[in-house]
């Protein structure tokens, strides 16, 4: 697994490619920890990681270090693997609000 980030102003573009687990996760922390303070917004873009363990849902749903600034988390470019995880851990915990995750993923998509 390797990434790239892009920092544009306030909004960083962190491109994962290959598998997210726990194996991943520490070095994936670390990327969006390091990132600047003045990063505001945080993109992860998956198209190119096409699997996604429990660990994912770990990085997704991080709250902001109490430290740093407050983050926008959103994704982009799901797999199907990865996306049907999201759906699986909302109909578990119905009260997780993984729709915020989404802004480009269609509707229709998340109910199938």
Same mark, same amino acid.
């Given at each position: =697994? %390797?990434?790239t980030? %892009?920092?544009?102003g306030?909004? &960083?573009?962190i491109?994962?490619h *290959?598998d997210?687990d726990?194996?991943t996760? @520490? &070095?994936l922390r670390a990327v &969006?920890? *390091?990132?600047p303070? *003045?990063v +505001?917004e945080?993109?992860?873009?998956? !198209?190119?990681?096409r699997? =996604?363990d429990?660990a994912?849902? %770990?990085?997704?749903f !991080? !709250?902001?270090?109490?430290?740093? @600034?407050?983050r926008k +988390?959103?994704?982009t470019? #799901?797999?199907?693997? @990865?996306l049907? #995880?999201l759906v699986?851990a909302a !109909?578990i ?5 993984f ?5 480009? +993923? @269609?509707?229709a998509? #998340?109910?199938n």
């Amino acid at each position: =697994m %390797h990434f790239t980030t %892009h920092i544009d102003g306030s909004a &960083a573009r962190i491109t994962v490619h *290959g598998d997210i687990d726990y194996d991943t996760l @520490p &070095a994936l922390r670390a990327v &969006a920890a *390091g990132l600047p303070a *003045g990063v +505001t917004e945080l993109v992860w873009d998956l !198209e190119h990681a096409r699997f =996604m363990d429990v660990a994912g849902l %770990h990085l997704l749903f !991080e !709250e902001s270090s109490p430290t740093g @600034p407050p983050r926008k +988390t959103t994704v982009t470019n #799901l797999a199907p693997q @990865p996306l049907r #995880l999201l759906v699986l851990a909302a !109909e578990i915990k119905p009260g997780l609000d993984f729709t915020r995750l989404l802004p480009d +993923t @269609p509707t229709a998509l #998340l109910e199938n």
